[in-house]
């Protein structure tokens, strides 16, 4: 990994960049045989800090991160996955999208840009957030619009058998979400408190999936690894 940032929990500054390799299954035994394949790139920039008391600054972070991961079956087998299926929770990527959780990826492309604002440097921040993210099953990649079905009345995302990778990515495939929050800098306590807005866009229009109010989401910040 390449690590540039000023402080890894809290960065205001810098970049960091890795690839972390995974080989599941060593014995023809375990339930699990895969290899994975986890790539992470985040920059950070202060766009600006003025002073405006003694003790603060208006102080306006950018932040920005790309992540893609893979599961892939090793040479000479077949994937087995029971429990490591790469996963959309709504929580730590593509905010709001918990209608997500469970499905069982086999591809994962998550993205998200924030606008940090400090309201007390060391301990509290205000953040705006837009965040965009794609799945990939073994069915093809998930599509975000939905469809209704006879159990339900609404639309649920589902896998289109017509675009079986990344390959044939629509606009469609692609889960956004804005909003903003409050979090916690503070390493023993790492909660994040955001409210955000579903929607898809098709190139021209906005289809919000969060019809009234804002989706409560409650996270943890997680370390860089």
Same mark, same amino acid.
Not at 103 to 130: A, H, K, T
Not at 194 to 203: E, H, L, M, S
């Given at each position: ?85 790469? %996963? ?5 990527? /593509? =905010? ?5 959780? +469970?499905?069982?990826? !086999?591809? #994962? ?45 609404? %639309? ?5 058998? /017509? =675009? ?5 990515? +629509?606009?469609?495939? !692609?889960? #956004? ?49």
């Amino acid at each position: 990994y390449i690590n540039n940032l000023d402080l890894s929990y809290n960065p205001s500054k810098g970049y960091y960049a890795s690839e972390r390799l995974t080989w599941a299954g060593f014995l023809p035994v375990e339930t699990q045989q895969y290899f994975k394949t986890d790539t992470k790139v985040e920059g950070y920039a202060t766009l600006f800090s003025i002073p405006v008391f003694e003790n603060w600054n208006w102080k306006i972070v950018l932040g920005a991160h790309a992540g893609f991961s893979a599961l892939l079956a090793k040479p000479g087998t077949a994937l087995a996955v029971t429990d490591d299926w790469l %996963s959309l929770d709504g929580t730590f990527n /593509a =905010r709001g999208w918990n209608v997500l959780y +469970g499905l069982q990826g !086999v591809g #994962m492309w998550e993205n998200w840009v924030e606008l940090r604002m400090p309201i007390f440097e060391q301990f509290l921040w205000l953040d705006g957030f837009f965040d965009a993210a794609a799945l990939q099953t073994q069915g093809g990649l998930v599509n975000m619009n939905g469809r209704s079905t006879d159990a339900v009345a609404f %639309s649920v995302p589902y896998s289109d058998s /017509a =675009r079986p990778s990344f390959s044939g990515l +629509g606009w469609d495939n !692609v889960a #956004m979400s804005l909003g903003f929050g409050f979090r916690f800098a503070i390493q023993q306590f790492p909660f994040r408190f955001y409210f955000a807005r579903r929607f898809v866009f098709d190139g021209s229009t906005i289809d919000w999936k969060t019809k009234n109010g804002l989706d409560l989401v409650i996270s943890i910040t997680q370390a860089l690894n």
